[in-house]
C-alpha cells in the first residue's frame, strides 16, 4: 500500500513489508489479475500488483500492450537498435554506436549526445508530466517511481559502447572528462531537477559502476570523475526533501562506502552480485531494496523458494 511505502521512506516500520517487482510474465498477471493482459492490460497490472502486494511500482501501462514478439524473434528497428521478446513486453538492446573505434571518437570536434534518442532498460522516457499522470492512476495501491537509467556513468555505456568508453576514459581521463563527462553532466542534472518535481518520496538513480567481478576501472578514476558529481547530482534531491535510492548490477561491493559518502538514502543491488549480508552489515541504517535471487526465484522449487524468502525476511523484520 503507499501508505506503507511512504513510512518506509520515513524510515519508520511500515504495517507491512514493501515489495518492488517488475512484473513483465503475461501468465503470471493474468493468474494473480484475472484479467486477460493484452485485452485490458492497464487493470490487470493494478490488480495483480494489488493481489501480489507489491506496492513500490515501476510500469504502468496507460494502452493495451501490442502483441509481443515470440520467443527468439529479433525485429531490426533500423536506428542501431534491436527489439526482442522478454514477456508481454519486449526488450531493446542496442548494436550500432556513433563511433566505430576510439579514434573516431577523438577525431570529432565536438559531440552531442541526446537523451531523448537513447532506448534504455525503462519503460518511457523521463517525463515529470506522464509520471504525475501514472501516480495518479496508481492511487492507494502502491508508489510509483521512474528510474533514471543514465544517472552519469552509464552514459558513457549508452552513448559510446563499453568499448570506446573504456578505452577512451583509459587512454586520456582528463580528456575524456572535457570531452563527454563535462558535455552530460549538465543533461543529468537537468533530468535530476525535472525527477525532484513529482510526488514519489525516492529519485532512483541508475549507474552499472561494476560487472560481476567488480570496478571496471580504476578506483582512482571513481574517486576524481564520478563520485565528486554524484554528490553536486543529489543537492536538489535533498533540497526536495526526497530520498536517492542507487540502483546497479554487478558487484558493488567495493563502491558501498564510496556511495555513502556522497550522500545515498538506500540501495537496490542486484542479488547474489553483491553479497546481501555484507550490504545490510554497510547500510542496516539506510533503505535497502534487496535480498533476493533472482534466479532462484524464476527457476527453484517451490520449497526453495519458500526457503529463500523466508531467509530474506528473517534478515530484514528488524530494520525499516
Not at 114 to 137: M, Q
Not at 235 to 242: D, F, Y
Not at 280 to 306: A, N, R, S
Request: with cysteine.
Amino acid at each position: 500500500m503507499k501508505k506503507d511505502v511512504l513510512a518506509l521512506a520515513d524510515l519508520k516500520y511500515p504495517q507491512k513489508g514493501c515489495s518492488r517487482e517488475t512484473l513483465n510474465h503475461a501468465g503470471l498477471i493474468k493468474l494473480a489479475s484475472g484479467i486477460e493482459p493484452l485485452e485490458d492490460t492497464k487493470n490487470a497490472y493494478l490488480k495483480a500488483y494489488e493481489s501480489l502486494g507489491i506496492d513500490i511500482i515501476n510500469r504502468v501501462p496507460e494502452e493495451n500492450a501490442i502483441d509481443p514478439l515470440k520467443d527468439g524473434e529479433i525485429v531490426d528497428l533500423g536506428n542501431g537498435y534491436k527489439k526482442a521478446s522478454l514477456g508481454l513486453c519486449d526488450t531493446v538492446m542496442r548494436y550500432s554506436y556513433p563511433f566505430e573505434n576510439v579514434d573516431d571518437f577523438w577525431n570529432v570536434q565536438e559531440i552531442n549526445p541526446n537523451y531523448h534518442e537513447l532506448i534504455t532498460g525503462v519503460p518511457h522516457k523521463l517525463n515529470s508530466d506522464v509520471i504525475k499522470r501514472k501516480e495518479k492512476i496508481v492511487e492507494d495501491i502502491g508508489v510509483y517511481y521512474y528510474q533514471l537509467y543514465t544517472t552519469f556513468f552509464m552514459w558513457g555505456v549508452e552513448y559510446l559502447g563499453w568499448k570506446v568508453y573504456m578505452l577512451a576514459a583509459a587512454m586520456d581521463p582528463e580528456g575524456f572528462k572535457e570531452k563527454l563527462l563535462d558535455v552530460v553532466w549538465e543533461e543529468s542534472l537537468k533530468l535530476i531537477k525535472e525527477l525532484c518535481e513529482v510526488d514519489c518520496p525516492f529519485v532512483f538513480c541508475h549507474d552499472d559502476l561494476a560487472d560481476a567481478r567488480g570496478p571496471v576501472f580504476h578506483p582512482n578514476w571513481y574517486d576524481k570523475y564520478i563520485f565528486p558529481r554524484y554528490a553536486e547530482l543529489w543537492k536538489p534531491v535533498k533540497k526536495a526533501e526526497k530520498k536517492v535510492i542507487f540502483v546497479a548490477d554487478g558487484n558493488m561491493a567495493f563502491f558501498i562506502e564510496p556511495l555513502i559518502e556522497t550522500g545515498i538514502d538506500g540501495f537496490m543491488f542486484e542479488n547474489p552480485a553483491t553479497d546481501f549480508d555484507l550490504i545490510l552489515k554497510q547500510v542496516g541504517d539506510k533503505i535497502v531494496i534487496g535480498g533476493i535471487d533472482t534466479k532462484l526465484l524464476t527457476f527453484g522449487t517451490t520449497g526453495e523458494i519458500t526457503k529463500h524468502v523466508m531467509e530474506a525476511h528473517e534478515k530484514t523484520k528488524d530494520i525499516p
